[in-house]
């Protein structure tokens, strides 16, 4: 697929890709075991569900959400302080030349599928589905 310019779009390359996946192993592992100093990090459960890293494998953004809440946002803060010690953690658990530098993004894609999921059930859209299918 070409993008602007007559770019050829590419996706993530296998080593970024298997990089990525060990990092979010890593995060998860340091997020169930480690008690944060951080006051409002204290008994929060964070889930990495996803990380993408950089080409350069400088950087990675990590997607994260609370299970059973939507309040991860309010998060953010707290995690981008505690980013340096989850660094120094990934250095010493991972074999890398270069340790990324850790990004937090809220993952909304549950919440994306949940809303999707409640329109596909609106009467409306059931009324216009079953329409379809006589």
């Known amino acids: 697929m070409k993008g602007p310019a007559g770019v050829v779009a590419q996706g993530p390359s296998t080593r970024q890709l298997r990089v990525a996946e060990e990092v979010r192993r890593v ?11 951080d006051p409002e990090l204290l008994d929060v459960r964070i889930t990495v569900t996803e990380v993408r890293i950089s080409p350069d494998f400088r950087h990675a953004t990590a997607f994260v959400t609370r299970l059973g809440r939507s309040d991860v946002e309010v998060l ?7 980013a ?6 990934l250095s010493k658990a991972l074999n890398l030349r270069t340790v990324p530098e850790i990004h937090f993004q809220p993952d909304t894609a549950l919440d994306n599928a949940m809303e999707l999921d409640e329109i596909m059930r609106s009467p409306e859209v059931r009324r216009d589905l079953e329409k379809d299918l006589e």
């Open 76 to 82: 953010l803060p707290a995690l981008k302080r505690v």
């Open 84 to 89: 340096p010690f989850l660094r120094t953690g």
């Open 27 to 37: 995060l998860a592992e340091l997020f169930a075991r480690t008690e944060f100093r």
